[in-house]
T-cell receptor, first 116, second 114 residues
Framework: DGGITQSPKYLFRKEGQNVTLSCEQN?????MYWYRQDPGQGLRLIYY???????QKGDIAEGYSVSREKKESFPLTVTSAQKNPTAFYLC???????????????FGPGTRLTVL | AQSVTQLDSQVPVFEEAPVELRCNYS??????LFWYVQYPNQGLQLLLK??????LVKGINGFEAEFNKSQTSFHLRKPSVHISDTAEYFC????????????FGSGTKLNVKP
């Protein structure tokens, strides 16, 4: 079955530690995204990548970093510089935009990060 | 600037009653519109989308939405809800010149009571 997997589902970290969230897709999608979800605030875009080895900052990139070494993988690192990292993190992917009027985004099941 | 507003953060409703979840957007350019549903501790699932054509669009699980350009609205409706519809619903738009960036509303929690 094609889809997006995120691991782990729940993650705990101590203050001052970096942590990496995994996102893998086997949909052969070119574009991948990371969102942060906080209660009452909807989804906010952290980073996105339209092609391997390239990515762009979203609205709230400070304190986060990403890499896109493979088409199917887009890991997100939450660094110690992120002041309030406790949140639900969602990864999504979509097909390439060329010649297509819109990109439907497919979402993974999410990772809930709690900083202790 | 673009924005999506979901005025109701929570909507309680009894089973088999009709429901409307409101969504308004602001944009200086044409947009495409979407509704997503999120069940607890899960990702988002697409309910329906408006790209062009008929302003009334039908989605999964008996939901439908109507695009009203003059009122810049895209309200979601269902004539008779079930307990299983209890979830959070997100309205989203993308701009026709920037297909990669979604703008999401803050979400509406639908609580269906027996």
């Amino acid at each position: 079955d094609g889809g997006i997997t995120q691991s782990p589902k729940y993650l705990f970290r101590k203050e001052g530690q970096n942590v990496t969230l995994s996102c893998e897709q086997n949909l052969n999608h070119d574009a991948m995204y990371w969102y942060r979800q906080d209660p009452g605030q909807g989804l906010r875009l952290i980073y996105y990548s339209q092609i391997v080895n390239d990515f762009q900052k979203g609205d709230i990139a400070e304190g986060y970093s990403v890499s896109r070494e493979k088409k199917e993988s887009f890991p997100l690192t939450v660094t110690s510089a992120q002041k309030n990292p406790t949140a639900f993190y969602l990864c999504a992917s979509s097909i390439d935009t060329s010649g297509i009027p819109y990109n439907e985004q497919f979402f993974g099941p999410g990772t809930r990060l709690t900083v202790l | 600037a673009q924005s999506v507003t979901q005025l109701d953060s929570q909507v309680p409703v009894f089973e088999e009653a009709p429901v409307e979840l409101r969504c308004n957007y602001s944009s200086s350019v044409s947009v495409y519109l979407f509704w997503y549903v999120q069940y607890p501790n899960q990702g988002l699932q697409l309910l329906l989308k408006y790209l062009s054509g008929s302003t009334l669009v039908k989605g999964i699980n008996g939901f439908e939405a109507e695009f009203n350009k003059s009122q810049t609205s895209f309200h979601l409706r269902k004539p008779s809800v079930h307990i299983s519809d209890t979830a959070e619903y997100f309205c989203a738009v993308i701009l026709q010149y920037n297909f990669n960036k979604f703008y999401f509303g803050s979400g509406t929690k639908l609580n269906v009571k027996p």
